[in-house]
């Protein structure tokens, strides 16, 4: 950040890029490659269109490069990150012993991958202008903040913010570092102390049989804090070079259905699967044959969902697969499109039920019912998001409907000083999570917390964040450091 301020306007994107590229390397040289092969194909393919287009081309007859560009980049995420589990799959269907090759995920593979395919797309569509110069698209695919873990951004909203000399403002520090601070906290404190218990229950579920649902709820918890408090970090460092990325979450504990849910968690993946994978999808010429069948044998809306529903399913798949190599991902993809597409074809029975149940929809209560309905059903979602197989996952649920002790919690050693710190460490998962309650309660209510802690007098506001920093160093896991979930993705 130094660098960047002291240097002229003109250049400071080059010092992004430059550092951007030194942070990438720390994760292993040998891992840059992958990073520029699909900086590199995505931006001669880009540069290709675009030349085309000049030449008064047509889509239609430039579709080939998009496509050829697109499977090359993907395939390196999916030689990487799907080629264990292909073989897997394969040596058990043909009683084989097939010995895959042993590659190291590469940091942050999905995230610049789906983001320099999202540039492609967009220029092949024609929503943004080819950029022609090699440097600043680099930068825009390897931008050192997002790129372990997203947010996914668009070309549109990124490029010209990367590229323009940013001036040193206080403003831009103070509330970069308030943001931060407040992403290191829920990471540190509440979620890696949940992680302790997590790991735990997971590991032995015969054991802690009756803590099944505990584990797949701190589990929920323990994923929001880490991933969400990820974001808040790259997003406050981002803000004091004076960089504004695009929001990840919006308070999903208060969602009201898994669709919503998807609506505030990881929004940029939801975005980009929605503009270039679910609208094809629903737009395509043998979805309009699915279409026009259904208009024959159900009623006009209903016929209308039937295409939405098959392609939430088909999206929320992918989302699966993109979580991980696994029957489990996969189920979990699968479980939330069956859902999700479900309630589009039932929704005019829901209508009808709460008419005649007399329930208009605005009542506090039902409100409040619509939102632990989605909470229980996401957290049936974490058993298969975090087991280590499909049997494990079913058997846990199975030990959720028939075992309930909370009485075990207490025989988990917690962190460095055992069982003697359990208590403590649950008190101090139960009273982050009410702090992270509170605040998310008060941002959905509208409420602008940094904005609000500004207008206060500076030794008060000082005092807060003294306060939150000091909390961390205090009630901060004392068990193995961990990194971020989403890291690897």
Partial sequence: MIAYYLAPARFRWGVLLVFSYIY??????????F?????????????????LYEKGREPKQVRWILILALILNFFMLGLTKYSSMLLDALNALLNMNLRGMDLVLPLGISF?????????????LRRVTVEKRPLQYALFVSYFPQIMQGPIG???????????????????IIRGAERMLWGFFKKMVLADWAAVFVDAIFAAPDQYQGLAFFGALLYLIQLYADFSGAMDIVIGLSQMYGITLEENFRRPLFSTSLADFWRRWHITLGRWMKDYLFYPITLSGWMTKIAKWARKKFSRRTARMVPIAIADVLVF???GIWHGAGGTYVFFGFYNGLIIGASELLADQYRKWKTALHISGNETWYHGFMIVRTLLLTISLMYFSRADSMAQAFYMIKSS????????LLTIPAGRDGLSFTPYALAIIVCSFIVLLIVDILQERGVKIRESLSRLPLPATAAIYFVLLLSIGLFGSTDATKGFIYAQF
């Fill in 35 to 51: 990073l520029l092969f699909s900086t590199v194909v995505t931006f001669v393919a880009g540069r290709l269109i675009g030349w």
């Fill in 317 to 319: 798949l992918v989302v």
């Fill in 154 to 172: 668009r070309y549109s909203h990124l490029a010209s913010q990367l590229f323009e000399p940013h001036s040193l403002k206080k403003e831009n």
């Fill in 112 to 124: 610049y991958t789906f983001q320099s395919s999202g540039y492609l797309l967009d220029v092949y």
């Fill in 24 to 33: 990438y390397l720390t994760a292993g040289v040998r891992l840059i490659g």
């Fill in 401 to 408: 409907l028939t075992s309930f002790n909370p009485a075990l």
